[in-house]
């Protein structure tokens, strides 16, 4: 980008911040307008944005229809890595701009899928209900525990969030096989983990961690027979996108006990319906897509985002284009 955008100015479509101050501040500093909404659907999404420069996204749809409401040039910057909920090809069309902010909350996230892999793998749930249940007979609450030092844990995708994973699970003694074909061999090798297959990896995954972006190619990657593939009482573990996982399937693994565990922070549809069979599946851990949290993660990501709006209006090269 060389030359400056036209700027009527910034537009928050939703967040889950305590505010968008920093935002904000950032619009006036660059003598730009600035508006923040709580968008849910379209039609509400096109009337907020409509003639905006900079664009601030977190869930609220940005179709075709919404980017036709921009100035070409415009700028959308999506809150976080994924940008599912952005039309690419629709932006690419229309000369917008988008954006994500891929490189803050990765700790916060392998943390997340680690602790709930741990909590999954070690039975802390059974043996928490049979404590007050009243029991103390170990082999009552769990007849049988896989020592994490003869666990199989695998990755399907092996970018940040999946190599710091996968550092935490090598403290344990995991032994880690990974699919990812855009993966660095170099990487691989430095945390001990072994590329192979995607077949593969499902096969010989005790724990599965899932940590690829949702596109068409990978809606439903790990379907009805992916799950049966698992070896008996594997834990899956989903902090990427919920639309990886067909749901049903998941659900019914678990309830017939193939699956031994879940531990789920994103859905095909959030919220989680209260329709939604994992609500009774047993061994699930639910989170609501909280994985990314904490006091430092989301200031970081405000704060880069802002930066990103600030590049922009400027008419600055953008650190983290995608279109």
Known sequence: MSAPIVRPGVVVTDHAFADVETERAMAMAEGAGFASHQCR???????????????????????????????????????????????????????????????????????????????????????????????????????????????????????????????????????????DPFASPDAAERLGVQLTGLDEVVERAEILSLHVP??????????????????????????????????????????TGHVMGAGLDVFEAEPLSNASPLRKAPNVILSPHAAFYSEASVAALQRLAAEEGARALRGEPLRSALT
């Open 214 to 255: 949702l596109l068409t190619e990978t809606r439903h990657l790990i379907g009805r027979a992916e799950l049966a593939r698992l070896p008996q009482n594997a834990i899956v573990v989903n902090v990427s996108r919920g639309g990886l996982i067909d749901e049903v399937a998941l659900a019914e693994a678990l309830e």
């Open 41 to 179: 659907g379209e039609a509400e999404t096109m009337a907020a944005v409509a003639g905006a420069s900079v664009v601030f996204n977190n869930f609220a749809p940005m179709s075709r229809a919404v980017q036709k409401t921009l100035p070409r040039g415009a700028v959308v910057i999506r809150y976080g890595v994924g940008v599912d909920n952005v039309d690419l090809d629709a932006a690419r069309e229309l000369g917008i701009h988008v954006c994500n902010v891929p490189d803050y909350g990765v700790e916060e996230v392998a943390d997340h899928a680690a602790a709930m892999a741990l909590f999954l793998s070690r039975r802390l749930g059974r043996f928490d209900e049979g404590v007050r249940g009243g029991s103390w007979s170990i082999a009552a609450m769990v007849p049988a525990l896989r020592s994490l030092r003869d666990t199989t844990v695998g990755l399907v995708g092996f970018g940040r969030i999946a190599q710091a994973f996968a550092q935490r699970m090598a403290t344990f003694g995991c032994r880690l096989v990974a699919h």
